[in-house]
């Protein structure tokens, strides 16, 4: 069975700094990881993926994360934060060949001016 | 680009009662999905589709039923609504065939609460 965990329901960071949401998967096989963003009033829309090759991935508005296998984990960083980036983000997990896609529990990022 | 439409947006319903919730796609996507959002809770997987008349029970199925009739549209039933639920179910597509690598496209959403 595949699982996400995401430690941290809500995280207070100021404009202008840099920001980490954690996430932890479960899984015994190579997985594929997500991370989706939910703004205010708006859908989930896709932030990045991963699923091989360099273990940093790039994503939209200057978002990246990194696959550390050793340590089940897809962290989502940005080097400076903006008021825009307030929104509830989500890791997802899924794997080849499987189409169920498991979501952790979301982490509300609050930017603070 | 393509489109997700849930209806209704809002659903109110009483205790006991059979509920629909109907979801349609034209981006030509293999893959659906309906998921359950609470407060606190994240995304959990209720059903997904890979193909027409396909139902693949998720995390949180039971107390649900799913229907994949057409290719473009997927429908959920709560079985039998309990007393002062409220949350909010996600219809999402997917390009599918196999590789599970792919984007999932939400909709908007519907809101649903129970009396």
């Known amino acids: 069975a595949q699982s996400v965990t995401q430690p941290d329901a809500r995280v207070t960071v100021s404009e202008g700094a840099s920001l980490q949401l954690r996430c932890k998967y479960s899984y015994s096989g190579t997985p594929y990881l997500f991370w989706y963003v939910q703004y205010p009033r708006q859908g989930l829309q896709l932030l990045l993926k991963?699923?091989?090759?360099?273990?940093v991935v790039q994503g939209v508005n200057g978002f990246e994360a990194e696959f550390i296998k050793s340590n089940s984990s897809f962290h989502l960083r940005k080097a400076s934060v903006h008021w825009s980036d307030s929104a509830v983000y989500f890791c997802a997990v899924s794997a080849y060949g499987n189409e169920k896609i498991t979501f952790g529990a979301g982490t509300k990022l609050t930017i603070k001016p | 680009g393509g489109i997700i439409t849930q209806t209704p947006k809002f659903l109110i319903g009483q205790e006991g009662q059979k509920l629909t919730l109907k979801c349609q796609q034209n981006?030509?996507?293999?893959?659906m999905y309906w998921y359950r959002q609470d407060s606190g809770k994240g995304l959990r997987l209720i059903y997904y589709s890979i193909t027409e008349n396909d139902l693949q029970k998720g995390d949180l199925s039971e107390g649900y039923d799913a229907s994949r009739e057409k290719k473009s549209s997927f429908s959920l039933t709560v079985t039998s609504a309990q007393k002062n639920e409220m949350a909010v179910f996600l219809c999402?597509?997917?390009?599918?065939?196999?590789?599970?690598?792919?984007?999932?496209?939400f909709g908007a959403g519907t809101r649903l609460s129970v009396l």
């Open positions: 981006f030509n996507h293999d893959t």
């Open positions: 991963y699923y091989s090759g360099d273990p």
């Open positions: 999402a597509s997917s390009i599918g065939r196999g590789t599970s690598q792919n984007t999932l496209y």
